[in-house]
């Protein structure tokens, strides 16, 4: 009995492994292997109003197949602000003729065409102009706007319905890069500098930024400049007897050298920076705090 028991002591541990063996072969040889979601052959669509050029932009990220139909056409029903009306039929291009039309890429208002060829964005931006489209927009409309966009495989009609909001968007100052102390020179120097920077947005473009400027109030209630506005400049030039600097032109950063002289009065400054718009109505206004200190 002592050795009966010893050999199915022996024996169980060699089964379980066995049996064990068998049922993660059956169970891997029975699971489906994932299946992967498909991609939207439709997707990504953007309407812009690029007011300060009175033109629309559509474009639309498209698959370039679809239930293996090749895409054979991308269309924009443009139905302005009455979603009843008699849409217009605008066609979109993946064929990179935006390059044809501006060889430099200097300019983002050539007529029409597509900045790239063949990365599957569809685009197009045409005149808002009772010349190119029934349903176009007097610039002074506000309020929403409709299309859909239809991708086409052959029998196969993807379509997404938007809808957006125009209207006068102001301008933004969405940092201002300002020192908060500055140290006053000693009489053997005539003045210390530094640097700033109004960051800015607008829904337009920033062609539609009209003016960026500042007054600066000192410590003793006279202003700098006689009062005069202190402008700021994205122009990406270069002045240094007028205290003028950027690095980079239309890109949104509006710069210029601030300096302190050895006459400049000690205490608390009071900079009040300005951004107008062409196409808004009033201006942004943000105020910073400087602290001339020997």
Not at 25 to 37: D, N, Y
Not at 85 to 99: C, F, H, K, M, Q
Not at 155 to 166: A, G, K, N, P, Q
């Amino acid at each position: 009995m002592i050795e009966i028991k010893q050999h199915f002591c022996y024996l169980r541990p060699m089964r379980i492994s066995v049996f064990t063996l068998v049922a993660l072969l059956l169970w891997g040889c029975s699971k489906v292997p994932e299946s992967f979601e498909p991609v939207e052959p439709l997707q990504n669509v953007q309407f812009e109003f690029l007011q300060f050029a009175n033109k629309f932009y559509f474009s639309a990220l498209v698959q370039p197949t679809y239930l293996n139909n090749s895409i054979d056409s991308v269309l924009v029903l443009w139905y302005g602000p009455d979603s009843l009306a008699n849409p217009d039929t605008i066609r979109l291009y993946d064929d990179g003729s935006e390059v044809d039309l501006c060889p430099d890429f200097t300019d983002f208002l050539c007529i029409s065409g597509d900045y790239s060829k063949s990365n599957n964005i569809f685009s197009r931006k045409i005149p808002n102009t009772n010349l190119d489209l029934v349903n176009f927009i007097p610039n002074s409309s506000e309020g929403p706007v409709y299309l859909n966009v239809i991708a086409y495989y052959l029998s196969d009609v993807i379509t997404i319905s938007e809808s957006d909001t125009i209207g006068s968007f102001p301008s933004e100052i969405l940092f201002i890069s300002f020192p908060d102390t500055m140290i006053r020179p000693p009489l053997q120097d005539l003045y210390n500098a530094d640097t700033m920077r109004v960051f800015t947005d607008d829904e337009n473009g920033f062609d539609d930024i009209q003016a960026c400027y500042m007054y600066l109030l000192k410590p003793d209630s006279i202003y700098a400049s006689d009062g005069r506005p202190i402008y700021l400049y994205d122009d990406g030039g270069i002045e240094n007897d007028s205290f003028l600097w950027d690095k980079m032109a239309n890109d949104g950063i509006y710069t210029r050298l601030i300096t302190i002289g050895n006459e400049n009065p000690l205490g608390t400054y009071t900079a009040t920076f300005h951004l107008n718009a062409y196409d808004s109505n009033g201006d942004t206004t943000v105020i910073k705090y400087l602290e001339v200190i020997e």
